[in-house]
């Protein structure tokens, strides 16, 4: 009977952690992961949880009535936006919580939620064209600036598809990301396509850039979470930094070719 | 800013964030939601602009309006606020001063460098006040629900 119990215990935690995991890959808030984690545990009526986040990790300790302690931890590598899994997986963690349904078969539950992963997405690539030419516009370029920006939207798209989920360095793919841009944006303007090069660019950078990462990073310091604000600010200002080393490369190659 | 600009801006920040609800995954049902969020947030943007000279409030503002709207589009269709929040901010994010900052330390200019980075930091601080006054609240409300069903300090 012991034995089982705390077999039980390990697999909440298991769920709760990998659940939260998901979460934080997905562009959640840390909080809101400490939070979750905090509840799924609840529900499973453990009464004492300990829950630490920031970007790279989640690390929780529960405690039982008996005194005995389990502690996991999850190490997270890479996360992108994800919102339509983030809302999947709100909804999940709402279910445990309200049903506590059977452990394995919640598990069940977010191994189909996590597992779902498509490579060449049209919408997606839809979205980086929309983006790329609205922001051509938005800071001042013109309508041809916006057709300049399309096709290199679609490189970008393509890159991102093809390089980088093959686990390449990212401050290198940024790096690359934003060389290839300054250098099509310089040609495309050299022969005709599109009237300012630098609207071109800001349009296209939308798209890598980490602006959204910046205000998260010091909205969460205001907030309390000084530890995951630091490393977002620090991830977003060394990403502005491969921007610029990219920027420059492409300026020395069209400032010698063109 | 003229009127025409200000449409521009409005009609191309609302194409912008329809874009990123894309590219963030945003489930297809969210999508109307988060462009109507992101015309809110310029079209507040392109009236501060007229009215207020510094950057800190121009961009204080369309960020409180922001957070308002994803808070309370997140009650009525009972989903989390950050996504919609997230796209609905997008027209507000430096994209145009980071790169500008970007290009005078390449080109090594550390005058003009050193004013667009202080411009870049009006305005990432007054979205981040913007978006903190509304959320503070949010939380404590939050936490108090919390803490009737789990004591947490």
Redesign the interface.
Known sequence: MEEKNQNELEKVLSLALDLGKGMVQC???I??VE?TV??IC?AYNIKKTEVFSVISMVYATVISEKGETHTQMRRIYSNA???????NL?ALSRKICAETPDIDRARKDLEKLLGDKRHF?V??C??????????A???GGSLLDAAAAAPIALILYLMNVYIKSNGVNRLFFTALSAAVIGFLAEVFVHFGFGHNA?MI??GD???I?P??M??NS??EM??GDVMSGLLRLLESIIL??A??CG??AS?LLTGSIL | MDFKQGL??VI??M??T???????????R?ILLNAVGGMLTSLVYVLCCMNFEHEFMQNFFPALVATVYAEVMARVVK??A??IL??S???L????K??Y???Y???SEMEMFNSTLTELLRI??G???G??CI??VV?EINRHK?KQ??D?E
Do not use: Q, W
């Open positions: 562009g959640a808030e909080n809101r939070e905090l509840r609840y936006p994800n919102f339509r899994r983030l809302e709100n997405d919408f997606i839809l979205g980086y064209i929309v983006a790329a030419m609205s922001f516009v938005f800071f630098d660019m800001i950078v939308m798209l850039i602006g959204l910046l205000i010091v909205r205001l907030c502005a930094m921007i610029a920027f420059a300026m | 521009i801006i191309t920040g194409l912008g329809v874009g990123f609800s894309l590219l963030f995954k945003a489930p297809k969210r989903a989390p950050t996504p997230a796209c901010i997008i027209p994010v430096p994209g145009g980071l790169y900052t970007t290009y330390f390449v080109i990432a601080s979205l981040a006040v978006i903190i959320s503070v939380h919390f069903i789990i947490v």
